[in-house]
């Protein structure tokens, strides 16, 4: 079936032609286009939005705003956004990196959805219609988003507190087995005093480990100090089960490589 491609200047424009029925926003289309090339018919039309602040970065101080439309590998390769390149370079290969977009990956289901679980520890808001609301909600309800996301913002700390983990089985550019990012905060004794914790494949979307953090909070990172916040690493999740790993194998590695993490 052909697909009818239509691309608007702006947000607003694009927003009203995304009411019509079979219309689909189209990002860098890592994810809808091959949906479309393997058969899904549910998708006859694609819109797409060039308005200029949907590619932007904009860092100011400690303050990030990413236009949805960025790419993986712009954040990559942007020197305000060091601390996360990382978290973009974990995104399949160089040729997804270069189409991947961060409003894309807000949508991409388990095992996809890695520098997803990097906003999500940082606490980051997701712009959309002229509002903003906690990442956290938006992923609570994004089946129910029928409007463009136009950015993401967030509070990037250029001297530390921000760790990432991709723990995948074909290297360097395997789908997760899990995703892991930490925010973490600490007083001067050491202890952390603020953790947030986001957490790739053990849900059908990124989620945050709430009983870690808790866990976290006046304890030293030592073997010991995180020992807690380990054994209740799994707490609420409900992992997904695919060809790379069970739902049981994520279970049993996820203390073993947020150890690493949080030791590292
Ligand atoms: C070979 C391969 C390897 C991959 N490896 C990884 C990986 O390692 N890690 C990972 O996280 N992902 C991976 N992906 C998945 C995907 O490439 C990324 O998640 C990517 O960020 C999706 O973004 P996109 O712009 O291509 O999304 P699209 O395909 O353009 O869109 C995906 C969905 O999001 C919606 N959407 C996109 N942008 C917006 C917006 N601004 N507002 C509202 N809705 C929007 C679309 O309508 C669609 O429903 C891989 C994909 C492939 C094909």
Known sequence: MALALQTFSTVKDANAALKSAGTRYLGGGTLVLRAANEGDVSVSS????????????????????????????????????????????????????????????????????????????????????????????????RESNHAIVTAVGFTLQVDGGFRFLKVSRVKPKGVSVLSIAAMLEQAPDGTVSSARIGLGCMADRPMRAKAAEKALLGRKLTSSGIA?????????????????????????????????????
């Open 46 to 141: 694609l819109i797409r939005a060039t308005e200029p602040s949907l590619s932007a970065i904009t860092v100011s101080g400690s303050d990030v705003r990413i236009g949805a439309s960025v790419t993986m590998a712009a954040i990559a390769r942007h020197p305000d956004l060091a601390p996360l390149a990382h978290a973009a370079r974990a995104v399949g290969g160089p040729a997804i990196r270069n189409m991947a977009t961060v409003g894309g990956n807000l949508f991409a289901p388990a095992p996809y959805g890695d520098f997803t679980v990097a906003l999500l520890a940082l606490d980051a808001t997701v712009s959309i219609d002229g509002g903003e609301m906690p990442i956290e909600t938006f992923l609570a309800e």
């Open 228 to 264: 807690p916040a380990l054994a209740a690493a799994g707490d609420g999740s409900a992992p997904i089960t695919d060809p790379i790993a069970s739902a049981w194998y994520r279970n049993e590695v996820l203390p073993v490589h947020l150890g690493r993490l949080l030791l590292a």
